[in-house]
């Protein structure tokens, strides 16, 4: 049987961000309304804990209504996804968003604050996330698909399964979200999936008898975090993992006897501190976590995928299948209603922190099932619903 050519490579680099220039105070005044904005995408940061950061790209407007003492202030703001992941420590305005050809996507916001006494509070906001319409049309590209869609989980679960392969790692490591999966046919190869996910430490030793989809993860202050990008088709199977790591914000060291704390499963990013929201640390590290001790430099990842060249644009497809009767477009028909409901049981176990989609998704008629949207602020209580919409 032909061993899979799969390089598993690590950096040990760690980048440093500048620090985000401090808010300024936001005012009833007319010309306040471009600060007015920024507290309102760092409110809006602070809260979005799934899928991708997302950064201000264009102010759309607003009213000022003078009440006693102070004004109420709605905002229309324009949004772009970045390519940073919740997970990653680097602040949002230091991230690049996504290209047109990488599928982008956008939110259109609107965003009610209160100013009293020169005291600014966003009280409530609306978004409507979206894919970006391409200009052009691209039959070729690839297209983004469900975030359960079947194939595309099953390529996610190899890349996993191939990661907690890596000797160097000190843990096992389990799959705690899915950012986006691509899928595009190529010829010779079939269709091809493009993942991007998230994976949480376990307190799990690697090459330990425990199956790693049986660990729970590590809380989330005391994990290393890893983002990953995979690459498959259906002919060829998977073909690269890559992925760039995050340290742990908690890095105390346990005492004699003392076992690691039980955290319930939540959805707050490693990096935010209970007290510490806005001034996150502007830091991460490509490289390995530092309790590798002395095993060397541990493998970044198992290749790199055809599309993460220049991180922006993405490799179009080699063609379409001659039974594509759409002029030219790829028949995806992973989308199927009937094949999602088939996979949406877990393929994990059940204190797993893994699930398909945010619970805002019930809360959200037209929501892009491919999409991880800005859910509203504050978050209203959820309404009994069977399942997340799929398609």
């Known amino acids: 049987m032909k061993a899979l050519p799969i390089l598993v490579l690590l950096s040990s680099a760690m980048q440093m961000f500048s620090a985000a220039p401090a808010l300024e105070p936001v005012t009833c005044s007319e010309d ?16 979005h804990e799934h899928g991708y950061k997302f950064r201000l790209n264009e102010f759309e407007g607003n009213k ?12 229309q703001l324009h949004l772009l996804e970045t390519t940073c992941h ?30 009293t006494n020169n005291d ?30 079947t194939n595309g989980l099953k390529s996610v679960h190899e890349a996993v399964t191939k990661f907690n392969q890596n000797s160097s790692n000190t843990h096992y490591y ?6 986006r999966i691509q899928s595009g046919y190529m010829m010779a190869a079939g269709m091809g999936y493009w993942a991007e996910f998230v994976l949480v430490e376990t307190p799990c030793p690697w090459g330990s008898r425990i199956v790693p989809e049986a660990c729970k993860p590590l809380c989330h202050d005391r994990a290393h975090h890893a983002f990953c ?11 690269s993992v890559e992925c ?21 499963p939540h959805h707050v990013r490693p990096h935010d501190r209970p007290g510490d929201r806005g001034s996150r640390p502007h830091s991460h590290s490509h490289g390995p976590p530092p309790h590798n001790g002395d095993r060397g430099s541990r493998p970044h990842s198992h290749g790199t995928p055809p599309h993460a060249g220049d991180r922006g644009s993405r490799p179009h497809s080699h063609g379409s299948p001659p039974h594509a009767g759409d002029g030219g477009r790829p028949p995806h028909s992973d989308n199927q209603d009937g094949q999602e409901r088939q996979h949406h049981q877990h393929p994990f176990s059940s204190h797993h922190p893994f699930r398909h989609f945010h619970s805002c998704h019930r809360m959200m008629t037209d929501a892009d099932p491919a999409l991880h949207p ?7 209580e959820p309404r009994p619903h069977p399942h997340p919409r799929e398609s």
């Not at 990653?88 to 965003?111: I, Y």
């Not at 966003?122 to 690839?142: F, G, N, S």
């Open 174 to 179: 389990v799959l705690q979200e899915v950012g």
């Open 120 to 149: 600014a509070k966003v009280t409530k906001y609306e978004c409507d996330t979206k894919q970006v319409k391409i200009m052009m049309r691209c039959p070729d590209c690839p297209i983004l698909i469900p975030l359960n869609n």
């Open 244 to 264: 760039e790591f995050y340290p742990p914000t908690n890095t105390t060291a346990l005492g004699p006897g003392e076992q690691e704390p039980v955290c319930r």
């Open 86 to 115: 919740t997970v990653n420590p680097k602040h949002f305005e230091d991230c690049e968003t996504r290209m047109e050809t990488d599928q982008a996507v956008e939110a259109n916001c609107t965003v009610m604050m209160t100013v």
């Open 229 to 239: 990008r995979s690459s498959s088709t259906t002919q060829n199977g998977l073909g």
């Open 32 to 47: 306040s309304s471009a600060t007015a904005a920024r507290l309102a995408m760092h409110h809006i940061d602070e809260n």
């Open 374 to 380: 800005i859910c509203p602020w504050p978050f209203p």
């Open 64 to 75: 000022v209504e003078k009440v006693d003492e102070g004004c109420n202030i709605e905002l």
